[in-house]
């Protein structure tokens, strides 16, 4: 019983393994899973959070800061008609060298130095408002990069099952035309039917033999070329899943495609908001302490000092206001894009619609059609053992019926790609 149920367990997980291998959705998720877009936006949204960081430390933490400096300014005394070389003069009125009231005999300093800003939480939260508009510009693109690799690997899913069901269709001819070839033979032999027409039949056999190998070259670089959108390293042929899709309706918010305009209009308006804040006056509180001396350091010259500073910004040739027109000039332009998106996007959607329903009519004349050729089909293969049909007839019947079944491949895959291409637009 327990080995029973092993096997059990290893048979589920080869179908689930066959599954996975051979559906579009595990194409899909290998393409999402492998893409290096994807991989850099989902970085993308680390940069801004670490941004953010540093804006808090710009706009919140103190600097500290550790100055030093060393400034020497030797003299040449020639006091008493004799050359000394003085570091830090006593006072020499005689000397070659700087103006002792200019350079104070030197400069000895180590300072420990803080700068902190004031009032600062409106700038902070206008950068904190365009990093979350950039993470949801950011996350909107990764959805729409999402959407346009799954319609791609679904557009190329569709061309591997199209290679396949049309090289499936063309077996089965082979498949008929080996067992009239068949028969034929025994009425050949029997006197019914002539040599020439055995002849017939197999020429036309080696020609959809030959149109079998052309379509198993098609289907195996449909193939490849899918393995290569998805990043898959697999040199294994597998029978890939019938596709069956559905349009879907939109769903109630708004879409990736208008969402996009909202959060560039969004990012807009928020870095002119902390353009408009460069204009305000910003306080700062500053101190420093530690060793200040203009002469030979001694402990008596270790102090502090403490400060506010204020900077305002109050004409630069009139920047801001050309800042906002340009601001405004933007948004227009993303109004303007936008309206034109959903115009185009309506009309696009509506002519994708009809092509289906064109199809959709196409498709019932074709299998009313092919079921009218298979009776013919089954009719001749009576009246072909009674000598009643030639085989020319029964060769032209074959391939019309070929040729039917191909077509109605075709205007099926093209069916399956246009309500894939709906679906990309009507996210």
Same mark, same amino acid.
């Given at each position: 019983? =327990?080995?029973?149920?092993?096997?059990?367990?290893?048979?589920?997980?080869?179908?689930?393994?066959?599954?996975?291998?051979?559906?579009?959705?595990?194409?899909?998720?290998?393409?999402?899973?492998?893409?290096? @877009?994807?991989?850099?936006?989902?970085?993308?949204?680390?940069?801004?959070?670490?941004?953010?960081?540093?804006?808090?430390?710009?706009?919140?933490?103190?600097?500290?800061?550790?100055?030093?400096?060393?400034?020497?300014?030797?003299?040449?005394?020639?006091?008493?008609?004799?050359? %000394?070389?003085?570091?830090?003069?006593?006072?020499?009125?005689? #000397?070659? &060298?700087?103006?002792?009231?200019?350079?104070?005999?030197?400069?000895?300093?180590?300072?420990?130095?803080?700068?902190?800003? @004031?009032?600062? &939480?409106?700038?902070?939260?206008?950068?904190?408002?365009?990093?979350?508009?950039?993470?949801?510009?950011?996350?909107? =693109?990764?959805?729409?990069?999402?959407?346009? @690799?799954?319609?791609?690997?679904?557009?190329?899913?569709?061309?591997?099952?199209?290679?396949?069901?049309?090289?499936?269709?063309?077996?089965?001819?082979?498949?008929?035309?080996?067992?009239?070839?068949?028969?034929? %033979?025994?009425?050949?032999?029997?006197?019914?039917?002539?040599?020439?027409? /055995?002849?017939?039949?197999?020429?036309?056999?080696?020609?959809?033999?030959?149109?079998?190998?052309?379509?198993?070259?098609?289907?195996?670089?449909?193939?490849?070329?899918?393995?290569?959108?998805?990043?898959?390293?697999?040199?294994?042929?597998?029978?890939?899943?019938?596709?069956?899709?559905?349009?879907?309706?939109?769903?109630?918010?708004?879409?990736?495609?208008?969402?996009?305009?909202?959060?560039?209009?969004?990012?807009?308006?928020?870095?002119?908001?902390?353009?408009?804040?460069?204009?305000?006056?910003?306080?700062?509180?500053? &101190?420093?302490?530690?060793?200040?001396?203009? #002469?030979?350091?001694?402990?008596?010259?270790?102090?502090?000092?403490?400060?506010?500073?204020?900077?305002?910004?109050?004409?630069?040739?009139?920047?801001?206001?050309?800042?906002?027109?340009?601001?405004?000039? /933007?948004?227009?332009?993303?109004?303007?894009?936008?309206? #034109?998106?959903?115009?185009?996007?309506?009309?696009?959607?509506?002519?994708?619609?009809?092509?289906?329903?064109?199809?959709?009519?196409?498709?019932?004349?074709?299998?009313?059609? @092919?079921?009218?050729?298979?009776?013919?089909?089954?009719?001749?293969?009576?009246?072909?053992?009674?000598?009643?049909?030639?085989?020319?007839?029964?060769?032209?019947?074959?391939?019309?019926?070929? =040729?039917?079944?191909?077509?109605?491949?075709?205007?099926?895959?093209?069916?399956?790609?246009?309500?894939?291409? #709906?679906?990309?637009?009507?996210?």
């Amino acid at each position: 019983m =327990r080995n029973i149920i092993i096997l059990f367990f290893l048979i589920s997980c080869f179908f689930k393994n066959g599954y996975a291998q051979n559906s579009l959705q595990s194409y899909i998720d290998k393409a999402i899973e492998n893409s290096p @877009l994807l991989q850099k936006q989902e970085n993308n949204n680390k940069i801004i959070d670490l941004d953010l960081k540093q804006f808090n430390a710009i706009y919140k933490a103190p600097k500290l800061n550790l100055n030093t400096n060393v400034l020497l300014s030797p003299i040449l005394s020639q006091e008493g008609n004799k050359n %000394k070389l003085e570091w830090v003069s006593a006072g020499s009125t005689n #000397y070659i &060298g700087y103006d002792l009231g200019a350079s104070n005999g030197g400069q000895f300093q180590a300072l420990i130095s803080v700068n902190q800003p @004031l009032f600062t &939480g409106k700038y902070y939260n206008a950068q904190k408002d365009k990093a979350t508009i950039a993470k949801a510009k950011n996350e909107n =693109r990764t959805q729409l990069t999402k959407a346009k @690799l799954q319609q791609i690997v679904t557009h190329q899913y569709i061309l591997c099952v199209q290679s396949q069901k049309l090289k499936n269709n063309n077996q089965k001819t082979i498949q008929i035309i080996e067992e009239q070839i068949a028969q034929i %033979k025994i009425l050949v032999n029997a006197g019914i039917y002539k040599l020439i027409d /055995l002849r017939l039949l197999e020429i036309e056999l080696q020609n959809n033999q030959i149109e079998n190998e052309r379509l198993n070259g098609e289907f195996l670089n449909n193939f490849n070329t899918l393995n290569l959108l998805c990043g898959i390293n697999d040199t294994t042929l597998y029978n890939l899943q019938n596709i069956d899709l559905h349009l879907k309706q939109p769903l109630h918010k708004p879409s990736l495609f208008v969402s996009q305009f909202k959060i560039d209009s969004l990012s807009i308006k928020a870095q002119q908001k902390i353009n408009e804040l460069q204009y305000l006056p910003q306080l700062s509180a500053f &101190g420093d302490a530690g060793l200040n001396a203009t #002469y030979q350091p001694t402990p008596n010259r270790l102090g502090f000092s403490v400060g506010i500073a204020l900077k305002w910004n109050l004409f630069d040739g009139h920047q801001k206001q050309f800042k906002r027109e340009q601001s405004q000039l /933007l948004l227009s332009n993303i109004e303007t894009d936008k309206q #034109y998106l959903k115009n185009q996007n309506n009309i696009r959607k509506y002519n994708i619609l009809k092509q289906i329903d064109n199809l959709n009519e196409q498709l019932i004349l074709i299998d009313s059609q @092919l079921n009218e050729y298979d009776k013919l089909l089954q009719l001749y293969q009576i009246e072909i053992k009674q000598s009643l049909v030639s085989v020319f007839e029964m060769k032209t019947l074959i391939k019309d019926i070929s =040729r039917k079944q191909q077509v109605k491949t075709n205007t099926l895959m093209v069916k399956e790609i246009l309500i894939n291409s #709906y679906n990309y637009w009507n996210l």
